[in-house]
């Protein structure tokens, strides 16, 4: 997004204007909720956390510096709605290993994430990313999928850059070891 | 940008349910509406407007019976 076109956006927003807020869902509303679903491997959850981002969004939209950065500021809204959920519902310890996946388990049918996941490599990422820490794969998610600088990175995750360039390099190389390791099954 | 992120950038985007963001849209601009300035304006407007209709009565009963 332009940086003008996003001020533009942040201005709409500040002063209550639904076209504003809806051109800030139509460019971040599916990158957000991927994010979350890749995050918590759970699409349920995914769900919940991306409404209460937006909704954090708009009951702080007066309250917005004019020079907000809209996705850095959302994401690290959903990280820490994230991190917030894993501690009240330890989510992270309530998966298996063995039923490591994008969806709920125990789904009736293939997730639209497993059919989407056709091709190998992306089927191996994905299962690849599932298998990672929350850490590593909170990392890998904000600078390898969507984009953000370590330093913004850094700033959502709340962690110094020097950190976030440290777990980054870590979470790269456990991701290749994963898929190498899937690719020689 | 190393090997890892260019896979890792190509991975699809999902999008969350349909109905549910219809939804989330709905509520999210009503509470713009309600939290917007001019929406908050209102309550001191309407306040305003009838602080001034009450002393426009007054003052018309108090020279009608005053005198």
Sequence with gaps: MERETELALVEGLRGGDARAFDAIYDAYGARLFTFLARLSRRRDLAEDLAEETWLRLVANAPKLRPDT???????????????SAC???LVEESY??????????GAARPSPFEEASAGELQGRLERG????????REV????????????EAAAICGVTPETLRQRLSRARARLARAIGERCDD | MTEIDRVLSALPVYGPDRTRTAR???????TLRDRSPTRRLEPALVIGACVAYLSGVIQAALLLYGS
């Design chain 1, 69 to 83: 950065r809209l996705g850095p500021w959302l994401f690290a809204v959903a990280r820490n709605l994230h991190v």
């Design chain 1, 87 to 89: 501690r009240s519902r």
């Design chain 1, 96 to 105: 298996s290993a063995s039923l490591i996946g994008l969806w709920p388990a």
């Design chain 1, 129 to 136: 990313l599932a298998a990672l820490p929350a850490a590593d």
């Design chain 1, 140 to 151: 890998l998610l904000l600078v390898g999928v969507e984009g953000f600088t370590p330093g």
């Design chain 2, 24 to 30: 989330l849209r709905a509520r999210c601009h009503g």
